[in-house]
């Protein structure tokens, strides 16, 4: 499978916990980025990487969450602490670079099928 | 911040109907539009896109239209299928700026 791989696919943790989860994008995507979606809303962005800089961070990305993608590659977001509102569906996506003559920057955008976290 | 409005919320539609779904965002900046469809369980899939230099662009039964002046672009399905049920995301962004600023959902259901 080539597409963009989430590990795990399901986490169940209690309050307090410490949880870290992984994604593997498409190995031609430089770009990365992860989303918070709860049910019966749309994904909201929480930070992107460029290659291994993280680029933004959304002001949802409390003290207690981390993001890294050491080498370019793979990365991992790690919530410190959970709360309840905390459980949610975490979506890893990737991109393509931008064609040289300015395309589109988000062509190619491809989700992972999630981390489902769910806080007791 | 970019602020994307997404209408209706549940539509329910006849097996060979049409149905259209409509997005307004706040940002006259933003110039990239993607169309996403969830199906239960599964990830976002990209269904169709447009950017801002068009107003209209065609895929087989689905298309998207944009009015860049009234900052709204909706989603067209025609001869609707059983298939075709799902939740539609639209999706607003700027060049440079990399994220995707999503609505909150249509649940779309095909009636047989």
């Known amino acids: 499978d080539t597409g963009v791989s989430q590990d795990p696919r399901h986490k169940i943790t209690k309050r307090g916990q410490n949880v870290t989860f992984r994604c593997d994008p498409i190995s031609e995507h430089n770009r990365l980025y992860w989303y918070r979606q709860t049910l019966g809303q749309g994904p909201e962005f929480l930070t992107y990487f460029q290659n291994e800089a993280q680029l933004e961070k959304s002001r949802l990305l409390s003290d207690r969450f981390s993001a890294e993608r050491p080498k370019g590659s793979f990365s991992t977001l790690e919530i410190q602490r959970t709360e309840q509102g905390d459980s949610a569906m975490y979506l890893c996506a990737s991109s393509r670079p931008s064609y040289p003559g300015g395309g589109s920057p988000n062509y190619g955008y491809t989700f992972g099928s999630g981390t489902r976290l769910t806080v007791v | 911040g970019e602020n994307v409005e997404q209408h209706p919320s549940t539509l329910s539609v006849q097996e060979g109907d049409s149905a259209v779904i409509k997005c307004t965002y706040s940002?006259?900046?933003?110039?990239?539009f993607p169309w996403y469809k969830q199906e239960l369980g599964k990830r976002p899939q990209l269904i169709i896109d447009?950017?801002?230099?068009?107003g209209e662009k065609k895929d087989q039964r689905i298309a998207v239209t944009l009015n860049k002046t009234a900052k709204h672009f909706s989603l067209h399905i025609t001869e609707t299928q059983p298939e075709d049920s799902a939740v539609y995301f639209c999706a607003a962004s700027q060049q440079g700026a990399q994220k995707l600023v999503f609505g909150q959902g249509t649940r779309l259901t095909i009636n047989p």
């Open positions: 447009i950017r801002s230099n068009v």
């Open positions: 940002d006259s900046a933003s110039n990239y």
